[in-house]
């Protein structure tokens, strides 16, 4: 016996081993390529890595932007404004009841009651009118000035100019309801009496 041969026998190669070896590198080859296309497509990439992203870029979770709050504070000044000099509003409604007053007295009536339909009556609407807008004005500040108190706290605080317009519409809206209701109820300046247009 040849001390140099090997005593393990070596199984020839069978046919069909050879074919099962070439179907599974086809195989691979099929599944890299499959990888590929889904990398290239953007459909194999990290679901996790986007859900992340979206998390990021989501506007739910942040703070407020304080814009509401400030468009309320400029609104708040300028009904403040609009309640003292008054409205168009406020000399339509007043030229209708001068006209009401002047059709319910044609046919005649007492100079007190002239005065009261055709005069009074418009003074009163005008000043109503103005006390809507003042405290709507009154409303509409104290909401721009609270707002930061309630809901989700801002990442930066109210600016000033924003509480400076916000007091302003206050103040104005405060004293524009004082003086409509001073006018309304002829506390400020009383309506002309019968006795002062007769003599």
Do not use: C
């Amino acid at each position: 016996m040849n001390p140099t041969t090997s005593k393990t026998p070596i199984a020839p190669t069978a046919e069909g081993d050879h074919e099962e070896k070439v179907a599974d590198h086809l195989d691979e080859g099929a599944i890299e390529a499959e990888g590929e296309r889904a990398v290239s497509d953007g459909s194999g990439l990290d679901t996790d890595a986007d859900l992340d992203h979206d998390l990021e870029d989501d506007d739910s979770d942040r703070a407020p932007s304080g814009l509401g709050a400030a468009a309320a504070a400029v609104v708040a000044a300028g009904l403040g404004v609009v309640g003292l000099t008054g409205a168009w509003t406020g000399r339509v409604v007043a030229e209708r009841e001068t006209l009401l007053g002047q059709m319910k007295t044609a046919s005649g009536g007492s100079v007190a009651r002239q005065i009261s339909e055709i005069y009074g009556d418009a003074w009163h609407s005008t000043a109503l009118v103005n006390g809507l807008f003042a405290l709507l004005a009154l409303l509409v500040g104290v909401f721009a000035l609270v707002r930061p108190a309630f809901g989700a706290p801002a990442k930066d605080p109210q600016p000033g100019w924003v509480r400076a317009f916000a007091t302003a519409g206050i103040a104005l809206g405060v004293l524009g309801v004082l003086i409509s209701v001073g006018m309304y109820f002829d506390l400020i300046v009383a309506l002309p009496a019968a006795s002062a247009a007769a003599g």
